[in-house]
């Protein structure tokens, strides 16, 4: 059974206080535009200047940037739950006319049918309860709208997935399909989305519809704060500490694996670039 360290809010928040401070450096390390301008092909019919866009698990503001250059204009709501994240998101000019709300994703403090579209990156697996957040997005999404998520697939390499696993969930394209299909999206399509530096290293870009007829699903409210909640938060706290710990060891090794990887294979593809050039020389 994998531990999956970070699929819990506590601990992701913990782990954004730290990585927010380097996020915006390490980032290209790990994802690309380019990988997110090919989930956001997926969008049926594209996304325009006039449109209200979601980016649920914003960050700092990496999708919501790509959003603006598609769509100049487009009205943006960045939301996560790390403080930290998305003041960070604040301080880019691009995003001064933005909204900013600092929420749980499987509980939106947002009114029904209020966006065009829903789109994320990089956050769906990190909600312990995926269907619930996807039905949170299917809520506030008017019919016909759409909701993309990209995010990560389970690595192949043994040794890799074991890490991974410890350090979050990564799930399989199965199961994102499924989590889709359980949530009540029709329309559900996907598509494999990689880095140009390592083609074989895929994610997956998953979107679909709130369609004619899509049962509106009702609005998940934040439990309430309760005596009993609060002890047994404070009992299962060394549990959480112990599994944050883990989660850190295994990306203390996962994440420069990734770096070194992604480095060599920035170099390789500068290389066949700078040949390409010489030989249409």
Same mark, same amino acid.
């Given at each position: 059974?994998?531990?999956?360290?970070?699929?819990?809010?506590?601990?992701?928040?913990?782990?954004?206080?730290?990585?927010? /401070?380097?996020? +915006?450096?390490?980032?290209?390390?790990?994802?690309?535009?380019?990988? /997110?301008?090919?989930?956001?092909?997926?969008?049926? $019919?594209?996304?325009?200047?006039?449109?209200?866009?979601?980016?649920?698990?914003?960050?700092?503001?990496?999708?919501?940037?790509?959003?603006?250059?598609?769509? *100049?204009?487009?009205?943006?709501?960045?939301?996560?739950?790390?403080? *930290?994240?998305?003041?960070?998101?604040?301080?880019? *000019?691009?995003?001064?006319?933005?909204?900013?709300?600092?929420? +749980? #994703?499987?509980?939106?403090?947002?009114?029904? +049918?209020?966006?065009?579209?829903?789109?994320?990156?990089?956050?769906?697996?990190?909600?312990?309860?995926?269907?619930?957040? !996807?039905?949170?997005?299917?809520?506030?999404?008017?019919?016909?709208?759409?909701?993309?998520?990209?995010?990560?697939?389970?690595?192949?390499?043994?040794?890799?997935?074991?890490?991974?696993?410890?350090?979050?969930?990564?799930?399989? %394209?199965?199961?994102?399909?499924?989590?889709?299909?359980?949530?009540?999206?029709? +329309?559900?399509? #996907?598509?494999?989305?990689?880095?140009?530096?390592?083609?074989?290293?895929?994610?997956?870009?998953?979107?679909?519809?709130?369609? *004619? $007829?899509?049962?509106?699903?009702?609005? %998940?409210?934040?439990?309430?704060?309760?005596?009993?909640?609060?002890?047994?938060?404070?009992?299962?706290?060394?549990?959480?500490?112990?599994?944050?710990?883990?989660?850190?060891? #295994?990306?203390?090794? !996962?994440?420069?694996?990734?770096?070194?990887?992604?480095?060599?294979?920035?170099?390789?593809?500068?290389?066949?670039?700078?040949?390409?050039? %010489?030989?249409?020389?």
């Amino acid at each position: 059974m994998s531990l999956e360290g970070l699929c819990s809010e506590r601990e992701a928040r913990w782990f954004y206080v730290g990585w927010s /401070r380097v996020y +915006d450096a390490m980032q290209p390390f790990f994802t690309s535009d380019e990988m /997110r301008e090919a989930g956001l092909d997926l969008l049926p $019919g594209g996304i325009n200047g006039t449109q209200q866009i979601l980016d649920v698990g914003a960050g700092t503001g990496t999708l919501s940037l790509q959003v603006l250059k598609r769509a *100049p204009g487009a009205r943006l709501t960045l939301l996560d739950q790390s403080a *930290p994240m998305l003041d960070r998101a604040k301080l880019k *000019p691009a995003l001064e006319g933005a909204t900013f709300v600092l929420a +749980d #994703a499987q509980a939106l403090p947002l009114d029904d +049918d209020s966006f065009d579209a829903v789109v994320s990156s990089g956050s769906l697996y990190y909600y312990p309860r995926p269907v619930a957040a !996807l039905r949170e997005q299917l809520r506030v999404v008017r019919p016909g709208g759409s909701v993309l998520a990209m995010g990560s697939l389970q690595p192949k390499p043994r040794l890799i997935r074991l890490l991974a696993t410890t350090f979050n969930r990564f799930p399989t %394209e199965e199961q994102y399909k499924q989590w889709f299909a359980d949530a009540g999206f029709s +329309d559900v399509r #996907a598509r494999h989305i990689s880095n140009p530096w390592n083609a074989q290293q895929y994610a997956l870009a998953i979107c679909g519809t709130k369609g *004619p $007829g899509t049962a509106q699903p009702a609005r %998940e409210l934040p439990p309430p704060p309760t005596a009993g909640r609060t002890l047994r938060s404070l009992l299962w706290l060394p549990v959480a500490i112990g599994r944050f710990g883990l989660s850190m060891a #295994a990306f203390a090794l !996962l994440g420069p694996l990734q770096i070194i990887n992604a480095t060599i294979g920035m170099r390789k593809l500068r290389q066949a670039s700078a040949a390409t050039g %010489e030989s249409a020389a």
